[in-house]
Each structure stands twice: as structure tokens, then as C-alpha cells.
């Protein structure tokens, strides 16, 4: 496709107008407030439930042995796999030097922010004393005792620690010139000074603009293997543990794999009706959803490569208890849960082989969702399928999700989505320096 | 031209017009130029003299730090203050240690990075001179600016505008005080 990036007519003037006035000009639209309410309210939910929970304990979920790890461990790696992508798509296309990035980066970099932030509160109020989180952290305490540093617990706290930390530093670093732009063009003293305080006085001399890009091509670059380190770890949780289904070497590439699909599942669900709603089919045109719904379509191979793996492996290996697993996630309890998964992650994502379908919005938002689904339950039956059915028949269980197990899992999209809605009012959704630079390129301009 | 002045501020139409300006300058023995741009245009910063770009050897620094202090907070902890045999691994289980290290080796590179960033560029500043001009507003949407700061040895306010305005900028505006 040789779509353009950026129409030939856009100028820095009118590319810096179309994307600030969104945030200073545009009233707030009705559809906007239907949308923040019922994020509210979902959130109010989750608020709720966390109030019950810190009152009653973790027994208001369908948690049990064996299943002590269900919805909110499935939640928790869900919602951190779906901010990689937008890591993934901020640096590594930075470093590809794919200028079709440019439209993408920002809104892909909040998606990651919020993503991670509420996914960090799944094994907070998993603990069951969750008040008590920061043990987890070394520090000098008068209990003279450190964290289990062999544990890959502690290395997973030092993951999300880590990823939430750079993720918001990438992303408020990317906003400075941006917000410095929101400064000059505010027309209200309010919004002057928020937006003033924020840009930390940007200027862009060129010493400062120098040091800023140095900056940002190595955050860049440390962003990258830094996603596939964190959900390494997040797999790690569960190849260390010996129970058959999780003990893999397997577990580290495939998890970042499927972090990659979920993660390009939920950029296009955001995309679409941003793109939609703020008229920027300027700006994100078919030729970056056509990308997107691309890079969808590869992560997915790599996914089902890693479930034919898994089941091979599992045979091959000959180990009884594996073999019975592998039997038992084809044909057990949870059955209908691995074949709705092949549903929508092997046999959904095939029809973006074809140039029409990536074309047809309605069909990528349509097969978007059902990868988000689909990897989500991906998560719920790695989690449950493997510890219903452990070594010993007389402690197999099922699993029973409780209406609070359902609450928090809404309530989280909930939560992310008011975060996302509250970014779109008052943030730049797309990142103008940027764009004026790739507008400069495409020009031909340059030193 | 008030006393207390910080000089000229001229408005180039677009990057190469700024280019060329800055290059005129510098060849006239202006050191004291200040380029602002609504994106980073390459080379400016050279044609306007030396520039110190520490944020990469900061980079290292924090993530050496990082690394090779979460390595030593766990060696000291599992294996100075508070030894425990799991199942008879040695106490120094490096290979257990690299995951939190590497984590916090990129935590502190970032952190180090991005404060070493505002460090050099002066930032974060509440006000600065240029804020006092209405025509400064536009560098955040499509303005290319040169300051020729009074502080330059060369300065001379009335040739400074005759050099200024013989690069036939868009328009030119004194920097108060």
C-alpha cells in the first residue's frame, strides 16, 4: 500500500492545530460523557469490591485449593501483556525508524501506562493482607528479613516495579514538547498554568532538542528488551513452579508473544473509534491499521506455534503427568474454554491473510475483541486447566468464579478506560513534534 | 534599546532559512546563539558551537549503578546478613540474582537518563525572558527563532539588528529584561 502517512497538504501549523484544539477547543461530546459514566461506574464496582475484599479477605472470590490462583492472577497477566504493545510499538518502530509510528506512539504508550498500573493491582489484592505489599520490597525493616531474592516472585515485583516505573517516565518524557505546546496555545489562565507547570519550561533550543532525542533513542532502546524481560518474568511465575502445564521452558517467548497479540488487539480496539470519533483519519489512515492488524496477525502465528509446541512437547516427552494434562486440556472440564480459545486466537485471526478484511473496520474491531477474549480465557485456562487437575486425583477441584470474581474483571476495564477517557480530554492523543518532523521528512527538509 | 536588554529574537521562515541564518552568524564571530524549533532539526545544534551531550555516559553510569548495586544488596543480604540453606544451593545463587538486576539495571539507566536530560537543559524553570514575547508562542507550533544574546562579546545592539536583518528574518522583537 503507498497511502501517504501524512496528507501532502498538512503543514506544522495545521498539524499542531487539528491535534491541540482536540484537548483546548472541542467541547466535551455527549458521547464522551455516555462513556466516561459508565467507566465511572464500572470503576465505583472495582472501588467497591476492593473495599469488601480488604474487609472479608480473598474468600469473596471463587478461590479454593487447588485453585488458589484464578481471575485476578488471569487479570493481572492479562493487563500487563496488553501494555508490551504499546512499548513494543513506541520503541521498537522507533528503532526500526518505521515512520508510520508517529500516529500511533502516544495513545499505544498511555494504553501501557494505564494497562500495567491496573494490572499491578491484581497480586497487590491477591496477597491477602495486601496492606502489607511492601514487604515485597527490600528494604531495612525491623523484622530483619529480605525478600526470597531465588524466588522468581521477587522477580516479578522487580519486573512490574521496573516496567511501571520506565513506562511512565517514556511516556511523560515523550509529552514535554507537547504539553509545552498546550502551554503556549491555552487561552484560559487555568488551563496556562497546568499546562505550564507540566512542561517543566520547554523551550525547544536546539542543545535542549539535542539532548531530549539522545534521550529518547535510548529509552527507546532500553524499553525494548525491558518488555520482553518483564513478561519473561511474568511466564517465569509459573515455568518454575512444577506443576504439569506450567513447567516450560517454552513459557518466557511464548508469553511475550501472546503479550504482543493482546497488546495489538487492544491498540486497534482504542484506534478505530479514536480515530472515528476525533476525525484523525488524517493522521491514523488505513495504512497504519493495516499495519497494526499485520503485526496482529504475525504475533498470532507465533501464539499458535507456541500452542502446537505445547502440545507436542507434552506427548513427546512421554512424562505421564504432562501427557495427562495435554488430554486433559483437549477433553477435560475446561475443554470448551482451550477449543473457544483456538476459536478466536488460531481460527479468527486467519482472515487477516486477506487485504479486504484488514480494510473493513468493523471486521478488525470485531476480530480485535475476539483476540482480547481469547487471550484472556488463554490466561484463565493456564492458570485453572493446570492447577484443577495436579498430581494427586483426590485434591483435583474445579473452579467456581463468584459475582465479585466478575466485578473485578469488569471493574478493571472499567478503571483502565476512564484513565484512557481522562487521556483522550486532556492530554495530546497524538504526538505533534513528532508529527511535524516526520511532516518535515516527507518534505525533503533537513539539514 | 532599553539597558537592560537580552538581546534580539528573529523569526526565520522555516528550518533552512534558520540554517542558513545560524551559519551566517556564527561566520560573523556570534558565539552566543540560541536556536528554537518546533522539532528537532539535525545539525542545528552543531552550527551553533560545542555541545556537551552527557546523556549517554549518564545512562551508563545509572544503569551500572542499578545493576551492580541490586547484585550487592542481595549478595550482602542472602549471603552476609541473613543466610538461609534451600535445599543446599550456595548462598551466592548468582544466576538467581541477574532477573532483578537486569530489571533495575534499565530502572535506573531510565532514571539517570531522563534526570540527567533536565539537568543540562536547565529544566524544569518556572519563567525565562523569551516567555515575555507573544511572537515566542508560536515555537511550540510552526517558529523557527535565533536569540543573539546581549551577554555575547560581539554584541553591539544596533549592528546585532543590522546583521539580524540582513538575513531577512520574519520579523525580529527585542528580549526584555
Redesign the interface.
Known amino acids: 500500500m503507498s497511502q501517504p502517512l501524512l496528507a501532502p497538504r498538512e503543514t506544522d501549523a495545521t498539524i499542531t492545530d487539528a491535534v491541540s484544539d482536540l484537548v483546548l477547543e472541542r467541547p466535551t461530546g455527549r458521547l464522551w460523557l455516555f462513556a466516561f459514566a459508565l467507566a465511572f461506574l464500572l470503576t465505583a464496582l472495582l472501588g467497591s469490591g476492593i473495599v469488601w475484599l480488604l474487609a472479608r479477605g480473598v474468600g469473596i472470590w471463587g478461590l479454593n485449593i487447588p485453585v488458589a490462583w484464578a481471575f485476578a492472577i488471569a487479570n493481572y497477566v492479562w493487563w500487563i501483556a496488553i501494555g508490551m504493545a504499546g512499548t513494543f510499538i513506541s520503541g521498537g518502530l522507533y528503532l526500526a525508524r518505521q515512520g508510520w509510528r508517529n500516529a500511533l506512539n502516544r495513545y499505544a504508550e498511555a494504553m501501557t501506562v494505564f494497562a500495567v498500573a491496573v494490572s499491578g493491582l491484581f497480586p497487590i489484592l491477591h496477597l491477602g493482607r495486601p496492606w502489607f505489599f511492601y514487604w515485597l520490597a527490600p528494604y531495612p525493616d525491623r523484622m530483619g528479613v529480605w525478600p526470597q531474592w531465588r524466588s522468581s516472585l521477587f522477580w516479578d515485583f522487580s519486573a512490574i516495579v521496573a516496567y511501571l516505573l520506565v513506562s511512565i517516565l517514556y511516556f511523560y518524557v515523550g509529552l514535554i514538547p507537547d504539553l509545552a505546546t498546550l502551554r503556549d496555545r491555552a487561552r484560559t489562565r487555568g488551563k496556562q498554568v497546568f499546562y505550564g507547570l507540566l512542561a517543566l519550561g520547554w523551550r525547544g533550543e536546539a542543545r535542549h532538542w539535542q539532548r531530549y532525542e539522545t534521550l529518547n533513542l535510548l529509552l527507546a532502546a532500553m524499553a525494548v528488551p525491558l518488555v520482553f524481560s518483564v513478561h519473561s518474568m511474568v511466564a517465569l511465575d509459573f515455568s518454575e513452579g512444577l506443576l504439569p502445564g506450567w513447567h516450560s521452558t517454552l513459557f518466557p517467548p511464548f508469553f511475550v508473544a501472546g503479550a504482543l497479540f493482546s497488546g495489538f488487539a487492544m491498540a486497534l480496539v482504542l484506534g478505530i473509534p479514536l480515530r472515528w470519533c476525533y476525525g484523525l483519519q488524517g493522521f491514523i489512515t488505513e495504512r497504519h491499521l493495516d499495519n497494526l492488524a499485520k503485526l496482529m496477525l504475525a504475533a498470532g502465528l507465533f501464539v499458535d506455534y507456541s500452542y502446537a509446541a505445547e502440545l507436542f512437547t507434552a506427548f513427546y516427552s512421554g512424562d505421564r503427568y504432562e501427557v495427562a494434562h495435554a488430554l486433559q486440556e483437549l477433553g477435560g472440564a475446561y475443554a470448551w474454554v482451550y477449543w473457544t480459545i483456538v476459536g478466536c486466537n488460531v481460527v479468527a485471526i486467519q482472515a487477516l491473510w486477506s487485504a479486504r478484511v484488514r480494510r473493513s473496520h468493523a471486521a478488525l474491531f470485531v476480530i480485535a475483541l475476539l483476540v482480547l477474549a481469547g487471550m484472556w480465557l488463554e490466561r484463565f485456562e493456564l492458570i485453572v486447566a493446570s492447577l484443577y487437575h495436579g498430581f494427586l486425583p483426590s485434591s483435583f477441584g474445579l473452579f467456581y468464579p463468584t459475582l465479585w470474581d466478575l466485578a473485578f474483571l469488569a471493574g478493571s476495564v472499567g478503571l483502565f478506560l476512564l484513565l484512557f477517557l481522562l487521556f483522550v480530554r486532556l492530554l495530546p492523543v497524538l504526538p505533534m513534534f513528532e508529527l511535524r518532523k516526520l511532516r518535515a521528512r516527507l518534505d525533503g527538509e533537513g539539514a | 534599546m532599553s539597558a537592560g536588554t537580552h538581546g534580539w529574537l528573529a523569526r526565520f521562515d522555516?528550518?533552512?532559512a534558520l540554517?542558513v541564518a545560524a551559519r551566517e552568524l556564527r561566520a560573523l564571530g556570534y558565539t552566543r546563539l540560541?536556536?528554537?524549533?518546533?522539532?528537532?532539526?539535525?545539525?542545528?545544534?552543531e552550527v551553533?558551537g560545542p555541545?556537551r551531550?552527557r546523556?549517554?555516559l549518564l545512562?551508563l553510569l545509572g544503569g551500572l549503578c542499578g545493576g551492580f548495586g541490586?547484585l550487592f544488596?542481595?549478595w550482602y543480604?542472602?549471603v552476609v546478613?541473613?543466610p538461609?540453606n534451600?535445599g543446599g544451593?550456595p548462598d551466592a545463587?548468582w544466576p538467581?540474582?541477574i532477573?532483578?538486576a537486569?530489571?533495575?539495571t534499565?530502572?535506573f539507566?531510565?532514571?539517570f537518563?531522563?534526570a540527567?536530560?533536565?539537568l543540562?537543559?536547565?529544566?524544569?524553570?518556572?519563567?525565562?525572558p523569551?516567555?515575555g514575547l507573544a511572537r515566542f508562542?508560536?515555537?511550540?507550533?510552526?517558529g523557527f527563532f535565533l536569540w543573539l544574546r546581549a551577554d555575547d562579546a560581539r554584541f553591539d545592539a544596533r549592528q546585532a539588528r543590522a546583521d539580524l536583518e540582513r538575513l531577512a528574518p520574519l520579523a525580529i522583537d527585542e528580549v526584555g529584561a
Open positions: 522555516g528550518a533552512q540554517l540560541e536556536a528554537y524549533t518546533p522539532y528537532a532539526v539535525e545539525g542545528l545544534a551553533l555541545v551531550n546523556i549517554p545512562v541490586t544488596l542481595q543480604a542472602a546478613d541473613y538461609i534451600v544451593r545463587s538467581a540474582f532477573p532483578a537486569l530489571e533495575m534499565i530502572l539507566a531510565a532514571a537518563g531522563v540527567g536530560m533536565l543540562a537543559n536547565g529544566l524544569p524553570r518556572l519563567n525565562h523569551l516567555f508562542e508560536a515555537v511550540s507550533r510552526d
